[in-house]
Structure formats: C-alpha cells, structure tokens
C-alpha cells in the first residue's frame, strides 16, 4: 500500500511538472487551442491518476483480464514516458538556475540560432523533453500491436558428436506461451498453423504454459492440441506454472507448499490432456537406425532472484552417460551457467526460455539490446562455450506489458547437422 501511495505522489508531480511546461510552450498559441491541450492533457492524466487512487478499493478479480492488462501498462508506461520528459524540464530548470546565477556579473542573454532566428534554450528543452516522452508512449502503444506478430527464427546448429541417424533433425521450440494472458484466439491460432507448417520432427515447449492456472487453458485447449510432431512434443514447467504468483503472502508454509503441489499437478494433468509428455527431471532416450540421442527435461531452476530450483539434473541426467548426443530443457537460462557448464560438459544443446528479450529492445544485424541484459548476461538467441551450445527463445506468448517493442514472439526452427 506504501508504494502504491509513493507511485501516485511521483506520477502526480511528474504530470504537474509536465503541464507547467505544455503552458510555457503553448503560451503563444489561441486561447481556446490552448485550453483544448490542457484539458485533453488533465483528462488523460487524471483517469490514471483516479484508477492507481482507486486500485486498494476496486474488486480486481471481477475486472475483465483484458481491460486490466491495457490500463496498467499504458499507467507504467505513461510513468516513464512522464519520468523522461522531466529529466530534459530537470536539466532546463538547472540551466536556467545557474545563468540566474551568472546574472549578477553579466547581462548578456543566452540564446542558440536555428535557420537564423533566435530559439530559446527553455523552449527547446521544453519541446524536445515533450517529443520524447511522447514518442516513448507512442512506441509503447504501438507494441500492444507486435503481440501476436509470430516470428520464425531459423537455427542450423553443427555438432561434431551428432549421430548421423539424426542429422537433418528439425526441432521447433516455443517457450512462455502465457496463456492467461491472451485475447485474440484467432491471431494465437495463426501462430499455431506456423508452427505445424514446418514440419518439425519434434515439437518442444521450455516452460511458463500458464500465468498462474490451469484453468487459463479452457479455452485453447482445443488449439494447442493441435500441435503434433512424429517425434513428439515434449515440455517441461517454468516458474509461473507453479502458481507461485497467485498465492497470497499471508499463508502460511504448509498452506503454501499445499497450494504449489495442487497447481503443479493440475499443470500434470493439463499436458496430459494436451499430449505433450511432460518432462519432471527425466529424460527420453530416440533411437533411429542404431543410433541413440537424449533429450532431458527439469522441473524450473533459476540462479538469479527468487525463482525457484526445483529442477534436479542429476536425476534427469541418470542413465543417459552412454548416450553420446544430449539435449536438456531447462525453463531459466541462468541454470546453464550455473550448473549445466559447470558440471554437464556432455549436455551438448540447451533449451531456455523465461527472459521474453524483456518483451522490449533493440535488434539488428551485429547489435542486440534489451534491459533485461542487465539482469542476464545470456537472454536471447544462440551462445556457444567450448563444445556446448544455448538457445534463449524470445516467447510465444506475453505477460504484464501486452504488447513487443523491438523483440517479437518467436517460434524457433533448429536444425541440428
């Protein structure tokens, strides 16, 4: 409640800081284009400003998911796009605090010439702090469109030890479907029909099915069933699977546990029913034409925050060390690091999800960046150490910002020679 109370005093002065300034910039305008602006200005503001005020009294669970999802992310992200308007109004009001300053031992006025009139430095710290917060908004906006942009990723992977009877072997991943979080079935089953039109040997899905519950699934059951491949399709559990994030604090450990294990074997139950065999720290050995290659599955294993470790190599690992060629599924990429380099040197490709690229960044041909790269060194794409590879899927689905800014949904197509 502290911190809701804190984010609705910061937001209120960042929206007073950024009206003073639309009034300074404005002031040339007609009276009535200029109260037009400052009314739509307030108008905006304040139905974010009485929903965060309203947010400890409206019975949330009864909000429709859809609707909830796009107001809190255009209330973050009218947040920042405010917080980085002030940070130019900040340097401004500096400046012009120093120069008053200076003011005492000259007179002279400070002003920077475009095209050969004066423009004054408040005015354009003013209007360019203005253009990029709302150019921050409006790409945040924009993304809620890139959700259900599916895109294709294709990985030729080499390795040395890969029996030939493999060779060729085509595998499509996807990862953190959320299916809680979707509203369009039409545009997921676009996605679907991606998927299939591959013709993937195998299918595998590397964790977080769900937001919370399996419930979340009753109306795509149908549609992700659809998903088969002669191989298979495999999958394992991401931390959001558990439940862990719908329970609430005041319960006690027992009642908690109690909880994690009646979400975790309604998930069991779920991809039964999807027939996708579920990988609980075990593994799956393939055999075609005498030759024989692994592929392991854990239950979520994270090394960063607070995501939990329940998966248990060793005991996915157990009777695979005679198989030359291994492929784990594990949910968190930060387990590579952490376990899978340290002391797998035979598990020879790596599945991961979980990271989303942040569901926000930069991508282009030789650059890659995303603020989750603060947090993961490794979160998205291939990495190579010695002889053992990393493939981070970007997410099928979304969760929390409803939307892709610079980071699509992907559906991984790896080809193993």
């Not at 669970?61 to 109004?89: M, Q």
């Not at 890139?146 to 890969?162: A, G, I, P």
């Not at 590397?206 to 399996?214: E, I, K, W």
């Not at 790596?350 to 490794?378: A, C, D, I, N």
Request: hydrophobic letters at 40%; aromatic letters at 14%.
């Amino acid at each position: 409640m502290r911190f809701l109370w804190v984010f609705f005093i910061l937001l209120f002065i960042f929206d007073f800081y950024v009206y003073r300034v639309l009034k300074y910039v404005l002031a040339a305008k007609s009276r009535p284009f200029r109260l037009l602006i400052l009314c739509l200005y307030w108008v905006f503001s304040g139905v974010f400003l009485l929903g965060l005020a309203a947010f400890p009294i409206i019975p949330f669970e009864s909000v429709h998911p859809a609707f909830k999802s796009y107001f809190l992310a255009l209330l973050i992200g009218s947040f920042f796009s405010k917080l980085l308007a002030c940070l130019f109004f900040l340097a401004d009001d500096i400046r012009r605090g120093i120069i008053a300053l200076k003011r005492r031992f000259s007179s002279k006025k400070e002003k920077e010439y475009k095209n050969g009139e004066p423009v004054s430095r408040s005015a354009f710290l003013s209007w360019l702090g203005l253009g990029v917060g709302a150019s921050l908004l409006g790409t945040f906006t924009y993304g809620f469109t890139n959700k259900y942009n599916y895109q294709v990723r294709r990985q030729e992977l080499s390795f040395k030890n890969l029996p030939d009877a493999f060779k060729g072997l085509k595998i499509v991943q996807i990862s953190d479907i959320h299916v809680g979080s979707f509203h369009d079935k039409a545009a997921v089953a676009s996605g679907i029909e991606q998927i299939l039109s591959l013709n993937p040997d195998l299918i595998v899905v590397t964790g977080d099915l769900v937001n919370d519950h399996a419930e979340e699934m009753d109306n795509y059951k149908e549609l992700f069933k659809l998903l088969r491949a002669p191989m298979g399709v495999y999958s394992i559990l991401g931390n959001h699977d558990y439940g862990l994030y719908a329970i609430p604090q005041h319960f006690s450990e027992d009642r908690r546990n109690g909880r994690i294990k009646e979400n975790t074997e309604k998930l069991i139950h779920l991809h039964e029913h999807l027939g996708w065999k579920l990988l609980m720290n075990e593994n799956r050995i393939f055999e075609k034409n005498g030759d024989k290659i692994a592929l392991l599955g854990v239950e979520n294993w994270g090394a960063k925050g607070n995501f939990p470790k329940y998966g248990k190599l060793e005991k996915a690992h157990s009777g695979t060390e005679n198989i030359e060629f291994k492929i784990l599924l594990s949910h968190d990429p930060s387990h590579w690091d952490a376990e899978v380099l340290q002391n797998y040197k035979d598990i020879n490709l790596t599945l991961s999800g979980h990271t989303h690229g942040m569901q926000f960044g930069v991508e282009t041909p030789g650059f890659k960046w995303s603020p989750v790269q603060y947090m993961y060194e490794r979160w998205a794409g291939l990495y190579t150490e010695g002889n053992q590879k990393l493939y981070i899927n970007r997410g099928f689905g979304f969760i929390g910002y409803p939307g892709r800014v610079g980071i699509m949904p992907e559906i991984t197509e790896i080809v193993l020679s």
